[in-house]
């Protein structure tokens, strides 16, 4: 609430949410891109599923993770920029 001109107490005018497509930005990794996408439904889904939503997000990106961490390939074919590290220029060079 704010106080007006005239002393009387006014509402804020608060502007409704806009709900606009989020664009995702591809991380390289279908696994994880097709993880979370999962999160773009959740406009369209009642509050109460949120969390069942996220801890199903959280259990796929983990899973990517570990499957980096043990050395399982992504047998997808697109598994990003894995594996392109720069190795450091020696000294001198």
Do not use: K
Not at 13 to 41: F, K, N, S, Y
Not at 73 to 93: Q, Y
């Amino acid at each position: 609430m704010t106080e007006s001109d005239s002393g009387s107490v006014a509402p804020l005018e608060h502007a409704a949410p806009e709900h606009a497509a989020r664009e995702q930005a591809a991380t390289g990794d279908v696994r994880v891109d097709e993880t979370l996408a999962q999160l773009d439904d959740l406009d369209e889904l009642p509050v109460e599923a949120h969390p069942a939503v996220f801890e199903q997000v959280h259990r796929g990106l983990a899973a990517a993770l570990g499957a980096l961490d043990s050395g399982v390939e992504d047998t997808s074919g697109t598994s990003g920029t894995r594996g392109t590290s720069v190795t450091p220029a020696a000294p001198g060079s």
